[in-house]
């Protein structure tokens, strides 16, 4: 397995221990919905993982790092930050998961919400 499919699986993985998460595949990307609305895009390349999460509060720190920009077609406006991870510089996964957790709880039904810790 190559470096970026361990971590596309890893945060896949990750994305749908939430409750009443599922996978689609719109346009070819990879979508981890909760109630049918996405909370993160991720594709996995040969060098590269880019993954895109709705973050309503951490947003503007998100966008200090070099890695990270306003999600493309328009969503960017709507809070959503597309990060860049290349294997080979170690990217701060912990982080990500972060993040992850945030897009869940900014697009989840807050009766989904209120189950988490």
């Not at 919905?33 to 309503?56: H, N, Q, T, W, Y």
């Amino acid at each position: 397995m190559k470096a970026t499919e361990k971590i596309e699986s890893d945060l896949r993985a990750f994305a749908l221990e939430y409750p009443e998460t599922h996978e689609d595949f719109p346009w070819g990307e990879r979508a981890i919905k909760v109630k049918g609305k996405a909370f993160i895009f991720m594709r996995a390349g040969d060098d590269e993982v880019s993954l895109s999460v709705k973050l309503p509060n951490s947003r503007d720190m998100a966008l200090d790092l070099p890695w990270a920009e306003p999600t493309h077609y328009g969503l960017g406006k709507h809070g959503w930050v597309t990060a860049h991870l290349w294997p080979k510089e170690k990217p701060p996964l912990d982080l990500i998961r972060k993040w992850i957790d945030e897009s869940y709880r900014a697009v989840a039904p807050k009766t989904l919400v209120k189950t988490l810790r």
